[in-house]
Each structure stands twice: as structure tokens, then as C-alpha cells.
Nanobody, 119 residues
Framework: QVQLVESGGGLVQPGGSLTLSCVVSGRMSSLFSMGWYRQAPGKQRELVAEIRMMTGIKDYADSGLGRFTISKDDAKNAVYLQMNSLKPEDTAVYYC????????????WGQGTQVTVSS
């Protein structure tokens, strides 16, 4: 069983930076990939960035390309999302996601952390 706990959200001014953390309890070796999603009020949840656990290959949504960086620290069982040049439209609840290697097993989700970009 894998559990995900996010932290690092908060209120930041436009142009500011935040780093979100997702700590994994359980075997990270059982995961194919991890990612960050976000959901703004009235909108669908959308992928922000993801990273493959074995290869380290990263993918980004256009909205965060050049501003956001996803990374992992295997020693700390953690995945991070560094967000720079934040905009008001980045305001959302950010969720950590983990995709298991085993087919047929549902994805794991964290509880979410609020990011608000406002002056």
C-alpha cells in the first residue's frame, strides 16, 4: 500500500515561487511514475507534470513548461514540484499522483494542497 502526503502550498504573490513536496510511504519501486495534478474551482483536474521512476523522464503540460520543474529524491522517498513565475491562473488545489507498476491497480492520490497566487 502506498500513501502520499503533500505539503508546501500557500499564498504567494504573482511572480513568486513555491516548492511542493510529496512524501511517499511504501515502496517507490512499486511505482511506474509520479506526477502533480491541479484542480481549479469549476474546472477539471489536469496534469501539471510527471516523472518516470526508473528512467527519470519528465513530461510537462504546456501551462507549466519553462516555469515548473518536477524532481524526485529516491533516498527521501519524495517528489517535488518547483514552481517559478507563478500566475493567478496557477491558483488551484495541487494533488500528488502515483501510478503503480502493476496493471489493474488504481492510482494513488494525495489529499491535495492549496496554492493561491494573488496580490
Amino acid at each position: 500500500q502506498v500513501q502520499l502526503v503533500e505539503s508546501g502550498g500557500g499564498l504567494v504573490q504573482p511572480g513568486g515561487s513555491l516548492t511542493l513536496s510529496c512524501v511517499v510511504s511504501g515502496r517507490m519501486s512499486s511505482l511506474f511514475s509520479m506526477g502533480w495534478y491541479r484542480q481549479a474551482p469549476g474546472k477539471q483536474r489536469e496534469l501539471v507534470a510527471e516523472i518516470r521512476m526508473m528512467t527519470g523522464i519528465k513530461d510537462y503540460a504546456d501551462s507549466g513548461l519553462g516555469r515548473f520543474t518536477i524532481s524526485k529524491d529516491d533516498a527521501k522517498n519524495a517528489v517535488y514540484l518547483q514552481m517559478n513565475s507563478l500566475k493567478p491562473e496557477d491558483t488551484a488545489v495541487y494533488y500528488c499522483n502515483a501510478v503503480p507498476r502493476t496493471l489493474g491497480v488504481d492510482d494513488y492520490w494525495g489529499q491535495g494542497t492549496q496554492v493561491t497566487v494573488s496580490s
